[in-house]
């Protein structure tokens, strides 16, 4: 069997978790966040909201600070293992809203389903012993 060894499963599962979560934050949710934060705060362009209203959501500007915040805070949350499954979760939706947006128009997706499966890999596995959620509930059991 593959992982036999749980210190390697557990090292493995956490390098998967750590170089998803902050790849997602830091080389896509990053340069959102800061758009969204140049646009909100100082008025700036963010020509993102012009192709979130071309592919045809209502509020425009609401859903690309949305997809900001879940790529960026999502990504980061992932990364350090903390409310995994709820960042996974916001992930998913965002990156699933993508997927479909490229199956349906055709266009090149791919980078949108490599952000997205692992995401739904995190909604259905535990985050790992080397996670913040993992700390959280051992300090929160040896209180008990």
Not at 93 to 115: C, I, P, Q
Request: some cysteine.
């Amino acid at each position: 069997m593959m992982f036999d060894n749980s210190r390697g499963y557990e090292i493995t599962l956490s390098a998967l978790r750590l170089g998803f979560g902050f790849l997602l934050a830091w080389h896509h949710g990053r340069g959102q966040i800061l758009a969204a934060w140049a646009h909100f705060l100082h008025g700036k362009d963010w020509d993102f909201i012009a192709y979130v209203a071309r592919i045809g959501f209502p509020l425009p500007s609401f859903f690309a600070l949305c997809v900001a915040v879940a790529e960026f805070f999502g990504g980061l949350l992932l990364g350090i293992g903390l409310l995994t499954r709820y960042a996974a979760a916001l992930v998913a939706f965002n990156m699933g809203v993508a997927v479909f947006h490229h199956l349906r128009t055709n266009t090149e997706g791919e980078l949108a389903w490599v952000y997205f499966l692992p995401a739904l890999f995190f909604i259905f596995s535990p985050p790992g012993k080397l996670s913040v959620d993992a700390w959280w509930q051992r300090r929160k059991s040896v209180k008990n």
